[in-house]
């Protein structure tokens, strides 16, 4: 499965963004979907998982209450609503896909990956 993540940019502290990232070449409601993020001298660090449906979802304590993963399968694409943004959380963003993730919150579960999507949030 191909994937495309669009939707970074710049933005002030307390600002929103929303990140999108399309997927071609298999049945996307087969696929699990997760966001990552990564700093500058940083691991990349999970954000975000949904699962085939959309039923459930996962969140870092660091983004709860604050972003929200969504998904259509119609349309081939997740979402991540960042809202409240601070400058901590500034990082390349990545959406990855799997069939079966055995975690969720692990990136080495993802078999698919898309390109970044920078995201800078100015205090």
């Known amino acids: 499965v191909q994937l495309q993540a669009s939707g970074g940019g710049l933005v002030q502290a307390g600002g929103s963004l929303r990140l999108s990232c399309a997927a071609s070449g298999r049945t996307f409601s087969n696929y699990y979907m997760g966001w990552f993020r990564q700093a500058p001298g940083n691991e990349r660090e999970f954000v975000a998982a949904?699962?085939?449906?959309?039923?459930?979802?996962y969140y870092a304590d660091s983004v709860k209450g604050r972003f929200t993963i969504s998904r259509d399968n119609a349309k081939n694409t997740v979402y991540l609503q960042m809202n409240s943004l601070k400058p901590e959380d500034t990082a390349d963003y990545y959406c990855?896909?799997?069939?079966?993730?055995?975690?969720?919150?692990?990136?080495?579960?993802?078999?698919?990956w898309g390109q970044g999507t920078q995201v800078t949030v100015s205090s």
């Open positions: 990855a896909a799997d069939q079966r993730p055995r975690n969720t919150r692990t990136a080495h579960e993802y078999l698919y």
């Open positions: 949904i699962s085939w449906s959309g039923s459930n979802t």
